[in-house]
């Protein structure tokens, strides 16, 4: 497999995938359906959106997510896609938050929920911590897959772009 | 940033060689990561960095045969990367190179040449980089030998490739970094496909906006 050209060509993809998710996030009132029953999303805190071409420029949002809101959809008005973002997630048994950088796709500072094992077993603490974020990664597949469904269809995805442009003008 | 406690920042790999994993046995596991494991960097032939795998939260440790139970934990293979770095303080290094070529210089009554200010840089280096302690980067390593994820745990871009380059290494597998377009392949698309462009142009919102 040649990893580097499909990397240079799909680079965006991660982008407009967490761009596709903030309008999801927006709408839904983070009742995002393809997290998964019962599951919340919010986009925390933080946020990096970046611009396209060779050397793009990048911006980071800081702050409380309603405050934010107006300066990111000018930013995303300009034609910058989201890079990074904390996001939480709220599930009914305990609430997850981490970064999400999606150029390589690395999950940062994930806090999981803590668990009612004591610390003495080892093994089953590095087992429950390890089946709490495989569960975060397979919701994160689950989202994903459902923009991708809508990204490798032509019809699907322009009436996404006509959406976007309808909900952030 | 570790598996073991606290936040957790990873990347996820895949191993691309089913056939490679099948035979890879607990003995054969155990014996690759002791012929890779982390040993010292050797001064005296100029070594300045060396890397290496030890027993998982044990950076002192990389008896792997004697820790099996901390390397086969449920159905991953968990070790740790450690990589370490020799640094020697600049403007130290230069006042003692200074100081020893005034006293050579006096010594013996002429300006030193070339060669003997090389020699006493060297002598001194070397004898400082016995003596520093290293700057020791670590990393966590879970593989789930059920679907063949690799997750390197650590923050730094360069840790984690170099990682994952001694794991391919050490057990002659290729591994694959889990990013967005990989997605693509597990939805029927293989790569030739992809390189000819199978998806339409990604969004722009201005140009959307400009149309309206």
Not at chain 1, 11 to 28: I, K, N, S
Not at chain 1, 58 to 82: V, W, Y
Not at chain 1, 95 to 114: A, Y
Not at chain 2, 3 to 25: A, C, H, S, V, Y
Request: hydrophobic share 40%; aromatic share 8%.
């Amino acid at each position: 497999m040649d990893y580097l050209a499909l990397k240079s060509k799909y680079a965006l993809l991660g982008r407009d995938f967490l761009t596709w998710l903030y309008r999801r996030v927006d709408e839904t009132d983070g009742q995002v359906t393809e997290a998964g029953k019962d599951t919340e999303v919010f986009f925390d805190d933080a946020l990096t959106v970046v611009g396209e071409g060779d050397s793009p420029a990048a911006s980071t949002f800081q702050g409380q997510p309603q405050s934010m809101k107006s300066e990111l959809r000018a930013a995303l008005r300009s034609g910058k896609k989201i890079t990074r973002a904390k996001l939480h997630l709220i599930r009914p048994d305990g609430e997850w938050s981490f970064v999400l950088d999606t150029d390589e796709w690395i999950v940062r500072s994930l806090k999981v929920p803590n668990g009612s094992l004591d610390g003495s077993d080892e093994e089953a603490l590095l087992l429950d911590r390890l089946a709490q974020l495989e569960q975060l990664e397979s919701t994160l597949e689950q989202m994903f897959d459902a923009y991708l469904k809508i990204r490798v269809n032509s019809k699907a995805y322009q009436e996404l772009g006509e959406s976007i442009s309808a909900w952030i003008s | 940033m570790g598996l073991k406690t606290g936040p957790m920042t990873w990347r996820g790999f895949q191993t691309m060689n089913p056939q490679i994993m099948k035979e890879l046995d607990c003995t054969k596991i155990l014996g690759l990561l002791e012929k890779n494991a982390f040993r010292n960097p050797e001064v005296v032939d100029g070594e300045v960095e060396s890397h290496g795998f030890v027993v998982f939260d044990e950076i002192l440790t990389t008896e792997f045969d004697a820790n099996s139970e901390k390397t086969f934990v449920g159905s991953y293979v968990i070790f740790s990367y450690r990589r370490d770095r020799l640094k020697l303080p600049a403007a130290y290094t230069r006042a003692l190179v200074k100081a020893e070529e005034a006293q050579a210089e006096e010594k013996k009554g002429s300006r030193l040449s070339r060669m003997e200010r090389t020699a006493i840089k060297e002598r001194i280096e070397l004898m400082l980089y016995k003596k520093v302690i290293p700057s020791i980067q670590v990393a966590d390593v879970a593989w789930s030998l059920t679907d063949g994820t690799v997750r390197i745990f650590s923050g730094s871009k360069g840790v984690v490739e170099t990682c994952a380059e001694l794991i391919e290494a050490c057990f002659g597998v290729d591994l694959l970094p889990s990013e967005p377009f990989v997605r693509l392949l597990d939805e029927n698309y293989d790569d030739a496909k992809l390189l000819k462009q199978a998806l339409p142009a990604p969004i722009y919102i201005p140009a959307l906006l400009n149309a309206e």
